[in-house]
């Protein structure tokens, strides 16, 4: 077992099975051994450790919660999240590397696709011989996808796609995409191999977050398609959302990982580095700064755990997840920033993790919903009234 | 060939030891576990023999009831099932108990290739592997860095003081592991979910008493502070007072 020790204030270790147990276990050994080390260069370069894809795929993480019949591991959900948030505490890009992969790539090809669709995918993206993306933002449309100017227009047997999408995670190094588009005015979905004429993917550079991640744009040009690269009965905006629905579970699982490590980090600095004669952490203002992470974190921590079990009952809701992307993120960040203050000058250092973290957290409350649309979805769910109409 | 890995769940390498009040043992009150590092080691090369010349391997553990989790994880890695030997003071038992039971289980269960880690990370003894070897009258071959098995023999080579020594043993025969003989794998996430479904046995474990009975159990005494002898060139002759007369190490 690795070192690392989360913290664990109300002592939920029991509240997991052996199984999910060993599943995160395996998770944190192959971050710490394995990832850590090589982070900080790959943040430098803004650069994702593509070397790693062969040993996530075999780790089992692509999918981790869709059947093993197509090559996944058949985990359930809370041992989905409990991935997420190790790989987080990596970082915030290798989580969002593995979230990509898994709910917005993955699993609409199994909610969505067709059986051949599925045998054709699934198989490839659980073990990393082809690396997926997710086309729904576009330069214009972020909180409010319905408004899309990507279309697809019936031509022949097949489509034909226009249009740009943007902050893609993975578009660059992706060998299929699955893109949202207006067919006749009506939201579609489309599995789209990216060396498709008319397909293209620029890198997005110059990013001050999430740089051990590739982010791109998607520029398809009369992109053609067959009949058989759309997603069957699935329309309108209840597609990608569901998708988005996957994917914020898991980052709210994964924001309590760049949580638990900045606090961790913060901890062990404070108790080692003296101030006046004394550890910093035997000061009240230090002491204050971490009272309060570790009860936030340790509320995140009991959120998840509930959550994981209502969506392994099948009950958990879109507004749940909502909450707990939006607390859970936010607390991250503000964990992050704490900590950096903590660690003084040495917490603007990449040779510390926590100002990667803070860093990459500036995209994590932004993607996939932001904060503020959170708020409304949590704001419309208790009052009944939709303020973003 | 029927391959037998021996683990020992020892206590997580970041707890504080603590003297229980018999002042006799430590104190395991909050204390996480996890498998000894040398047996990963013996895991994996019985693991690798496995896939290499065919057979089946078991993963065997003397511990209490809690160990399922590092015996599956070990299971996980690509062994075929695991048999726990139910022994709630298994912390305290002595070598030779120990060995003893292994050695009852492994004939019972008909091993023919035994692998074990060179030493247990939490007492440090080092002889169950030639213990085990000794009451079954098998070779033992102990710190192997490099294994080549063959039928019905293996080449080994084993780190001494002296050099690196090569030995041919026959089989059946007991292989204590050590660091570089190979990099044992991760347990992956289909592996985990696959061992749920292979066979794991508690047996109740006949251990004998201990022959070696602990009288006391004391900690080190705290490492003294640092001291500063000088700064600059001007401290190096006190510097080296210091080491020849005082630390001795000159």
Same mark, same amino acid.
């Given at each position: 077992?690795?070192?690392?020790?989360?913290?664990?204030?109300?002592?939920?270790?029991?509240?997991?099975?052996? *199984?999910?147990?060993?599943?995160?276990?395996?998770?944190?050994?192959?971050?710490?051994?394995?990832?850590?080390?090589?982070?900080?260069?790959?943040?430098? =370069?803004?650069?994702?450790?593509?070397?790693?894809?062969?040993?996530?795929?075999?780790?089992?993480?692509?999918?981790?919660?869709?059947?093993?019949?197509?090559?996944?591991?058949?985990?359930?959900?809370?041992?989905?999240?409990?991935?997420?948030?190790?790989?987080?505490?990596?970082?915030?890009?290798?989580?969002?590397?593995?979230?990509?992969?898994?709910?917005?790539?993955?699993?609409?090809?199994?909610?969505?696709?067709?059986?051949?669709?599925?045998?054709?995918?699934?198989?490839?993206?659980?073990?990393?011989?082809?690396?997926?993306?997710?086309? #729904?933002?576009?330069?214009?449309?972020?909180?409010?996808?319905?408004?899309?100017?990507?279309?697809?227009?019936?031509?022949?047997?097949?489509?034909?796609?226009?249009?740009?999408?943007?902050?893609?995670?993975?578009?660059?190094?992706?060998?299929?995409?699955?893109?949202?588009?207006?067919?006749?005015?009506?939201?579609?979905?489309?599995?789209?191999?990216? *060396?498709?004429?008319?397909?293209?993917?620029?890198?997005?550079?110059?990013?001050?977050?999430?740089?051990?991640?590739?982010?791109?744009? #998607?520029?398809?040009?009369?992109?053609?398609?067959?009949?058989?690269?759309?997603?069957?009965?699935?329309?309108?905006?209840?597609?990608?959302?569901?998708?988005?629905?996957?994917?914020?579970?898991?980052? =709210?699982?994964?924001?309590?990982?760049?949580?638990?490590?900045?606090?961790?980090?913060?901890?062990?600095?404070?108790?080692?580095?003296?101030?006046?004669?004394?550890?910093?952490?035997?000061?009240?203002?230090?002491?204050?700064?971490?009272?309060?992470?570790?009860?936030?974190?340790?509320?995140?921590? #009991?959120?998840?755990?509930?959550?994981?079990?209502?969506?392994?009952?099948?009950?958990?809701?879109?507004?749940?997840?909502?909450?707990?992307?939006?607390?859970?993120?936010?607390?991250?960040?503000?964990?992050?920033?704490?900590?950096?203050?903590?660690?003084?000058?040495?917490?603007?250092?990449?040779?510390?993790?926590?100002?990667?973290?803070?860093?990459? #957290?500036?995209?994590?409350?932004?993607?996939?919903?932001?904060?503020?649309?959170?708020?409304?979805?949590?704001?419309?769910?208790?009052?009944?009234?939709? =303020?973003?109409? | 060939?029927? &391959?037998?890995?021996?683990?020992?769940?020892?206590?997580?390498?970041?707890?504080?030891?603590?003297? +229980?009040?018999?002042?006799?043992?430590?104190?395991?009150?909050?204390?996480?576990?996890? $498998?000894?590092?040398?047996?990963? &080691?013996?895991?994996?090369?019985?693991?690798? $023999? /496995?896939?290499?010349?065919?057979?089946?391997?078991?993963?065997?553990?003397?511990?209490?009831?809690?160990? $399922?989790?590092?015996?599956?994880?070990? %299971?996980?890695?690509?062994?075929?099932?695991?048999?726990?030997?139910?022994?709630?003071?298994?912390?305290?038992?002595?070598?030779?108990?120990?060995? /003893?039971?292994? +050695?009852?289980?492994?004939?019972?269960?008909?091993?023919?290739?035994?692998?074990?880690?060179?030493?247990?990370?939490?007492?440090?003894?080092?002889?169950?592997?030639?213990?085990?070897?000794?009451?079954?009258?098998?070779?033992?071959?102990?710190?192997?860095?490099?294994?080549?098995?063959?039928?019905?023999? !293996?080449? +080994?080579?084993?780190? $001494?003081?002296?050099?690196?020594?090569?030995?041919?043993?026959?089989?059946?025969?007991? &292989?204590?592991?050590?660091?570089?003989?190979?990099?044992?794998?991760?347990?992956?996430? /289909?592996?985990?979910?696959?061992?749920?479904?292979?066979?794991?046995?508690?047996?109740?474990?006949?251990? !004998?008493?201990?022959?070696?009975?602990?009288?006391?159990?004391?900690?080190?005494?705290?490492?003294?502070?640092?001291?500063? %002898?000088?700064?600059?060139?001007?401290?190096?002759?006190?510097?080296?007072?210091?080491?020849?007369?005082?630390?001795?190490?000159?």
């Amino acid at each position: 077992m690795d070192p690392y020790k989360q913290l664990d204030f109300f002592a939920l270790e029991d509240q997991f099975t052996e *199984d999910e147990r060993m599943v995160r276990d395996a998770v944190r050994t192959w971050v710490s051994e394995r990832f850590l080390p090589l982070v900080q260069a790959h943040y430098e =370069a803004g650069t994702f450790p593509m070397e790693l894809v062969p040993e996530l795929a075999e780790l089992g993480v692509f999918g981790s919660n869709l059947p093993e019949e197509y090559g996944c591991a058949g985990l359930n959900n809370v041992c989905y999240g409990m991935i997420c948030r190790e790989l987080e505490r990596g970082d915030s890009g290798l989580r969002s590397f593995v979230s990509v992969q898994g709910s917005l790539v993955m699993w609409p090809i199994y909610a969505y696709g067709t059986e051949e669709q599925k045998r054709e995918w699934l198989p490839k993206l659980a073990s990393g011989q082809a690396i997926g993306c997710f086309g #729904l933002t576009e330069p214009d449309f972020g909180s409010n996808p319905g408004g899309m100017t990507t279309v697809a227009k019936k031509d022949g047997d097949g489509y034909v796609l226009n249009g740009r999408k943007m902050w893609i995670t993975n578009g660059t190094v992706s060998d299929v995409a699955i893109v949202w588009a207006k067919l006749d005015g009506e939201v579609r979905g489309f599995v789209v191999p990216c *060396d498709l004429p008319g397909f293209s993917a620029p890198e997005q550079k110059h990013k001050f977050s999430l740089r051990a991640s590739v982010t791109s744009e #998607l520029v398809l040009e009369d992109v053609r398609v067959p009949a058989s690269a759309i997603f069957p009965e699935i329309k309108g905006l209840r597609g990608p959302l569901q998708c988005l629905t996957q994917a914020r579970y898991g980052i =709210a699982w994964g924001a309590t990982g760049a949580a638990e490590a900045c606090f961790s980090e913060g901890l062990a600095y404070s108790k080692e580095r003296e101030v006046f004669g004394k550890p910093l952490a035997g000061m009240q203002l230090a002491q204050k700064k971490l009272a309060d992470m570790a009860t936030q974190i340790t509320l995140g921590q #009991l959120m998840m755990l509930r959550l994981g079990r209502l969506k392994d009952e099948g009950t958990m809701t879109h507004s749940q997840v909502s909450m707990a992307k939006r607390n859970n993120v936010h607390m991250a960040l503000e964990c992050a920033r704490t900590v950096r203050d903590m660690l003084g000058a040495n917490g603007i250092s990449l040779e510390f993790h926590t100002g990667r973290h803070m860093c990459n #957290l500036e995209s994590v409350i932004t993607y996939e919903g932001t904060h503020d649309i959170h708020t409304l979805a949590i704001g419309h769910e208790v009052s009944g009234i939709p =303020a973003y109409r | 060939m029927k &391959i037998v890995a021996c683990i020992k769940r020892v206590p997580a390498t970041d707890v504080q030891a603590k003297v +229980a009040a018999d002042a006799k043992s430590l104190d395991s009150a909050g204390y996480q576990y996890m $498998t000894s590092f040398y047996d990963e &080691i013996a895991v994996e090369e019985a693991i690798k $023999t /496995k896939e290499a010349k065919g057979g089946d391997v078991t993963i065997l553990t003397i511990s209490s009831k809690d160990a $399922t989790k590092e015996v599956r994880e070990c %299971i996980a890695k690509g062994a075929d099932g695991g048999v726990i030997l139910v022994d709630e003071d298994w912390m305290n038992r002595d070598c030779r108990a120990t060995a /003893k039971a292994l +050695a009852s289980k492994l004939t019972e269960m008909g091993a023919e290739l035994v692998f074990m880690g060179r030493v247990a990370t939490d007492r440090d003894n080092a002889s169950v592997g030639p213990m085990v070897a000794t009451y079954l009258d098998w070779a033992c071959v102990t710190n192997v860095v490099e294994l080549e098995v063959g039928d019905g023999e !293996a080449t +080994a080579k084993r780190e $001494t003081e002296a050099g690196l020594e090569t030995v041919r043993v026959t089989l059946p025969a007991v &292989i204590t592991c050590d660091k570089g003989l190979n990099e044992p794998r991760y347990a992956g996430l /289909k592996g985990i979910m696959a061992a749920k479904k292979k066979p794991l046995e508690e047996a109740a474990c006949e251990a !004998a008493d201990n022959q070696a009975q602990v009288l006391s159990l004391v900690l080190p005494p705290p490492r003294a502070e640092g001291r500063v %002898i000088g700064e600059g060139a001007d401290a190096v002759p006190a510097l080296i007072d210091a080491l020849r007369n005082e630390a001795q190490v000159l």
